[in-house]
C-alpha cells in the first residue's frame, strides 16, 4: 500500500503524486483541472460510458433539463479553460448581443432588466461537459478517465489514511484498487460518502434537508426563424400560495430552445402534450406558452423529480481522514429550479484550487479540514437562498434547521423590494447580479436599495409592472400568424428598450 504524502507541509506537485476523482459531472470535471496543477497523475472514474459526441448519457438524467449557468460561473470555467467559448461557438454555441441573457418574471410581473451590450453565448449542459472533458483528455497527458467504473468504497492505510479507491470495472477487466495520495467525491446526490465516512469511524454526517417535492418535465424545440431577440433566457417564477407552476426556456446551441417546467410542492407538470402546452399556458406568465406553440418539437417530453435537497455537513464533524474530500452536489444539492447547480460547481472548484495553493506553501495545515469548512462558507448563502424560497411553500418539509425569523423578515423584504423593481430598473438589476452570483445578497439590504424602495413605495405604484415594456410589434406578428392563435393576450415578456 502506498504511503500518502499529502499530510506532509509543503505539498505541491512532485514525483508520482496520484489523485482520484469520482464522478465526471461538471463538479468532478472542474475539481479534476484543478487538480492538474498539483498532481502527476490525476483519474477520474464514472460508471457511464462517455459518449463521443455531445450527447445525454444514462447517469446523468438530469442533462435533459434545462440548466443555466450564471455569469459568474461562466467567468470561472473561462478562467480555467482559456479560450472555451471559441469551442463552444465551433460547436454551434448560440451567439447574442444587447440582449437581457435572462429574463426574469418574479411573483409581481416582469423585471425591466438592462441588456447587457458585450457578446456572449449560449449553450447546454450537455455540450459544456462535452467540451471540457474533450479538452482535459486532449490538454493533459497526466489525466486518465476511466469510464464503467463503479466506486465501492475507500481504502485506508496506516492511521486510518484514505490511500485509494475500491473499485468495479463492469466490463469484468482491470485492478479492483486504485491508489492514490488524495480522493476527491464528486459522484453527485448519490454520494455514499456518509456511509463510507460511518465505516471508517467519522460519522454521522450531520444534515439538513429541504422535501420540496420538486417534479419537472422538458423538451428541446427548433427556434421559429425570425424570432426577435430581446432575451435568451427566461424564468417565470411560481407565485406563492396559489400558483405552484414554474417555467424556464433557454436559447441553446444550434438555433434550438431548451424548455423546462416545473412544480412545487407536488406539483409535477404531465408529460403529454396536451398537459404539457396547457401547463405552460398556466404559468403566471403565458410567455413560455406563446413561444413553444410556435415552435416545432424536436424531441419527446422528459420528466423527472428530485424531491429532497440536501446539505450536508461535513465539516461539523469531530474528526476527518486525510486523503479524503468531497465537493458538488455531494455536499449540497440544491432545489434545480433555481439554476444555482452549475455555478455552485465552479465556485467549489475556486475553493480546492485555494486550499491546495495554501497548503503547497506550507501555510495551512490540514488541508482536508480546511476545505471541507471553506467549502461549508461558499455553499452557505445559495442554500440560504434557495431554502429561503422553497420555504414559503405549504406543505414542504425541513429537517435538520427550523426557519429562524431573521429569515421570514428577509423573505418578506425580497417580496416588498421586487414590488418596487417592477417599476425601477436600477432594483431589477441589483436583484439579477444577485441570482446571478456577481453579487452578494446583502446589497439587496443596502441604504441605497432601501431608498430606492421607499421612492417607489411612496409613488403609489409598488407592484405595478412598469407599462413603457411593450411587447414588440415582430413577435405580435409571428403570434397572430400562427397556426393556432391565442385566445388570450401574450406577454413575451417585455421587451428593454
Same mark, same amino acid.
Given at each position: 500500500?502506498?504511503?500518502?504524502? #499529502?499530510?506532509?507541509?509543503?505539498?505541491?506537485?512532485?514525483?508520482?503524486?496520484?489523485?482520484?476523482?469520482?464522478?465526471?459531472?461538471?463538479?468532478?470535471?472542474?475539481?479534476?483541472?484543478?487538480?492538474?496543477?498539483?498532481?502527476?497523475?490525476?483519474?477520474?472514474?464514472?460508471?457511464?460510458?462517455?459518449?463521443?459526441? !455531445?450527447?445525454?448519457?444514462?447517469?446523468?438524467?438530469?442533462?435533459?433539463?434545462?440548466?443555466?449557468?450564471? /455569469?459568474?460561473?461562466?467567468?470561472?470555467?473561462?478562467?480555467?479553460?482559456?479560450?472555451?467559448?471559441?469551442?463552444?461557438?465551433?460547436?454551434?454555441?448560440?451567439?447574442?448581443?444587447?440582449?437581457?441573457?435572462?429574463?426574469?418574471?418574479?411573483?409581481?410581473?416582469?423585471?425591466?432588466?438592462?441588456?447587457?451590450?458585450?457578446?456572449?453565448?449560449?449553450?447546454?449542459? %450537455?455540450? #459544456?461537459?462535452?467540451?471540457?472533458?474533450?479538452?482535459?483528455?486532449?490538454?493533459?497527458?497526466?489525466?486518465?478517465?476511466?469510464?464503467? %467504473?463503479?466506486?465501492?468504497?475507500?481504502?485506508?492505510?496506516?492511521?486510518?489514511?484514505?490511500?485509494?479507491?475500491?473499485?468495479?470495472?463492469?466490463?469484468?477487466?482491470?485492478?479492483?484498487?486504485?491508489?492514490?495520495? #488524495?480522493?476527491?467525491?464528486?459522484?453527485?446526490?448519490?454520494?455514499? =460518502?456518509?456511509?463510507?465516512?460511518?465505516?471508517?469511524?467519522?460519522?454521522?454526517?450531520?444534515?439538513?434537508?429541504?422535501?420540496?417535492?420538486?417534479?419537472?418535465?422538458?423538451?428541446?424545440?427548433?427556434?421559429?426563424?425570425?424570432?426577435?431577440?430581446?432575451?435568451?433566457?427566461? &424564468?417565470?417564477?411560481?407565485?406563492? !400560495?396559489?400558483?405552484?407552476?414554474?417555467?424556464?426556456?433557454?436559447?441553446?446551441?444550434?438555433?434550438?430552445?431548451?424548455?423546462?417546467?416545473?412544480?412545487? $410542492?407536488?406539483?409535477?407538470?404531465?408529460?403529454?402534450?396536451?398537459?404539457?402546452?396547457?401547463?405552460?399556458?398556466? /404559468?403566471?406568465?403565458?410567455?413560455?406558452?406563446?413561444?413553444?406553440?410556435?415552435?416545432?418539437?424536436?424531441?419527446?417530453?422528459?420528466?423527472?423529480?428530485?424531491?429532497?435537497?440536501?446539505?450536508?455537513?461535513?465539516?461539523?464533524?469531530?474528526?476527518?481522514?486525510?486523503?479524503?474530500?468531497?465537493?458538488?452536489?455531494?455536499?449540497? $444539492?440544491? +432545489?434545480?429550479?433555481?439554476?444555482?447547480?452549475?455555478?455552485? $460547481?465552479?465556485?467549489?472548484?475556486? &475553493?480546492?484550487?485555494?486550499?491546495?495553493?495554501? *497548503?503547497? =506553501?506550507?501555510?495551512? !495545515?490540514?488541508?482536508?479540514?480546511?476545505?471541507?469548512?471553506?467549502?461549508?462558507?461558499?455553499?452557505?448563502?445559495?442554500?440560504?437562498?434557495?431554502?429561503?424560497?422553497?420555504?414559503?411553500?405549504?406543505?414542504?418539509?425541513?429537517?435538520?434547521?427550523? !426557519?429562524?425569523?431573521?429569515?421570514?423578515?428577509?423573505?418578506?423584504?425580497?417580496?416588498?423590494?421586487?414590488?418596487? $423593481?417592477?417599476? +425601477?430598473?436600477? #432594483?431589477?438589476?441589483? *436583484?439579477?447580479?444577485?441570482?446571478?452570483?456577481? =453579487?452578494?445578497?446583502?446589497?439587496?439590504?443596502?441604504?441605497?436599495?432601501?431608498?430606492?424602495?421607499?421612492?417607489?413605495?411612496?409613488?403609489?405604484?409598488?407592484?405595478?409592472?412598469?407599462?413603457?415594456?411593450?411587447?414588440?410589434?415582430?413577435?405580435?406578428?409571428?403570434?397572430?400568424?400562427?397556426?393556432?392563435?391565442?385566445?388570450?393576450?401574450?406577454?413575451?415578456?417585455?421587451?428593454?428598450?
Amino acid at each position: 500500500m502506498r504511503e500518502s504524502r #499529502l499530510a506532509r507541509p509543503g505539498y505541491g506537485l512532485g514525483r508520482d503524486r496520484r489523485a482520484v476523482v469520482i464522478g465526471s459531472g461538471l463538479a468532478g470535471l472542474l475539481a479534476a483541472r484543478v487538480l492538474l496543477d498539483h498532481f502527476d497523475q490525476v483519474t477520474i472514474l464514472d460508471r457511464d460510458r462517455f459518449p463521443d459526441a !455531445p450527447e445525454h448519457r444514462k447517469g446523468v438524467p438530469q442533462s435533459y433539463h434545462a440548466h443555466g449557468l450564471l /455569469l459568474h460561473g461562466r467567468d470561472i470555467i473561462e478562467q480555467l479553460f482559456p479560450d472555451i467559448d471559441t469551442e463552444l461557438r465551433a460547436h454551434g454555441a448560440s451567439p447574442a448581443r444587447d440582449s437581457v441573457p435572462l429574463q426574469v418574471v418574479c411573483p409581481f410581473g416582469p423585471l425591466p432588466i438592462t441588456p447587457m451590450p458585450d457578446e456572449f453565448i449560449m449553450y447546454s449542459r %450537455v455540450l #459544456l461537459e462535452f467540451l471540457l472533458r474533450q479538452r482535459l483528455t486532449r490538454d493533459y497527458p497526466h489525466l486518465q478517465v476511466l469510464p464503467e %467504473v463503479d466506486a465501492l468504497g475507500l481504502l485506508t492505510g496506516a492511521g486510518g489514511q484514505v490511500s485509494g479507491v475500491r473499485v468495479r470495472h463492469r466490463n469484468g477487466s482491470g485492478p479492483d484498487t486504485l491508489e492514490s495520495d #488524495l480522493v476527491v467525491d464528486a459522484s453527485g446526490r448519490g454520494s455514499k =460518502a456518509p456511509e463510507w465516512l460511518a465505516t471508517l469511524g467519522y460519522g454521522p454526517v450531520p444534515e439538513q434537508s429541504i422535501t420540496s417535492g420538486i417534479g419537472y418535465a422538458s423538451r428541446f424545440y427548433a427556434k421559429p426563424e425570425g424570432f426577435p431577440r430581446y432575451w435568451t433566457g427566461v &424564468v417565470i417564477n411560481g407565485r406563492s !400560495p396559489h400558483n405552484r407552476r414554474a417555467g424556464l426556456i433557454l436559447d441553446v446551441e444550434r438555433g434550438q430552445w431548451h424548455v423546462t417546467l416545473g412544480g412545487f $410542492a407536488n406539483a409535477a407538470p404531465p408529460l403529454d402534450e396536451t398537459g404539457f402546452l396547457q401547463w405552460a399556458r398556466d /404559468l403566471p406568465d403565458p410567455t413560455i406558452y406563446e413561444a413553444i406553440r410556435i415552435a416545432r418539437p424536436l424531441t419527446p417530453i422528459r420528466g423527472f423529480r428530485t424531491p429532497t435537497n440536501r446539505l450536508r455537513h461535513f465539516d461539523r464533524l469531530p474528526g476527518w481522514p486525510t486523503g479524503f474530500v468531497v465537493t458538488g452536489d455531494a455536499v449540497c $444539492a440544491f +432545489n434545480p429550479i433555481y439554476g444555482q447547480g452549475m455555478t455552485v $460547481a465552479a465556485t467549489d472548484a475556486l &475553493v480546492l484550487r485555494t486550499c491546495l495553493r495554501h *497548503y503547497a =506553501a506550507g501555510t495551512e !495545515p490540514g488541508f482536508e479540514r480546511a476545505f471541507q469548512r471553506r467549502l461549508a462558507t461558499n455553499v452557505a448563502i445559495p442554500w440560504f437562498v434557495a431554502s429561503m424560497e422553497d420555504l414559503r411553500w405549504p406543505g414542504v418539509e425541513h429537517h435538520g434547521t427550523t !426557519p429562524q425569523l431573521g429569515t421570514t423578515m428577509a423573505r418578506r423584504w425580497i417580496d416588498l423590494m421586487l414590488r418596487a $423593481a417592477v417599476r +425601477n430598473r436600477h #432594483l431589477a438589476d441589483k *436583484y439579477v447580479d444577485v441570482i446571478m452570483m456577481n =453579487a452578494h445578497p446583502r446589497v439587496l439590504f443596502s441604504p441605497g436599495v432601501i431608498a430606492r424602495v421607499l421612492t417607489v413605495a411612496v409613488s403609489g405604484k409598488i407592484g405595478i409592472p412598469s407599462q413603457e415594456f411593450a411587447l414588440p410589434d415582430p413577435a405580435l406578428a409571428a403570434l397572430r400568424d400562427a397556426p393556432t392563435p391565442s385566445s388570450q393576450p401574450v406577454s413575451l415578456v417585455q421587451r428593454t428598450p
